[in-house]
């Protein structure tokens, strides 16, 4: 039997998954982590993107976009804090083009700089969403 760690994944709304899991892959500030069982405790902020759960026994991985957050790693637990997170296959392409869309025509008009800041939020947030359907597509051919 594999070694597993326990993951946790919630946002303000709701806990989008609660169970073991042999590796984790998630978007962190500075770059893509991988974890596995006992890795060094660590903190960091995550990006918007895809984090990527592989379930024991299972051979698709559990995809969860989100937004943002926090990432803490202990030996034995994972937890993800995120500001908003969706199941991968529940990602609304056509919602996520629009929202893309309109950050691109927001970010034209640069009459304030707080809305700049967050025409640039939600277009990161909207290619992520995206980005994350195209990975699940992938592993669906």
Do not use: C, W
């Amino acid at each position: 039997m594999a070694m597993t760690i326990h993951v946790d994944i919630v946002s303000a709304e709701q806990s989008i998954y609660s169970g073991l899991a042999e590796f984790v892959a998630a978007p962190a500030v500075r770059g893509e982590v991988g974890i596995y069982p006992r890795h060094a405790p660590f903190i960091s902020l995550l990006r918007p993107g895809a984090v990527r759960v592989k379930v024991p026994n299972q051979e698709e991985e559990e995809v969860i976009f989100v937004s943002g957050g926090i990432l803490e790693v202990q030996p034995s637990v994972v937890t993800v804090l995120a500001d908003t997170a969706i199941r991968g296959h529940d990602i609304d392409e056509a919602k996520a083009l629009e929202a893309k869309q309109a950050a691109e025509e927001a970010m034209k008009d640069k009459s304030s700089k707080l809305d700049y800041a967050r025409a640039q939020v939600e277009l990161a947030e909207a290619m992520a969403q995206l980005q994350t359907i195209r990975k699940l597509r992938k592993k669906d051919h």
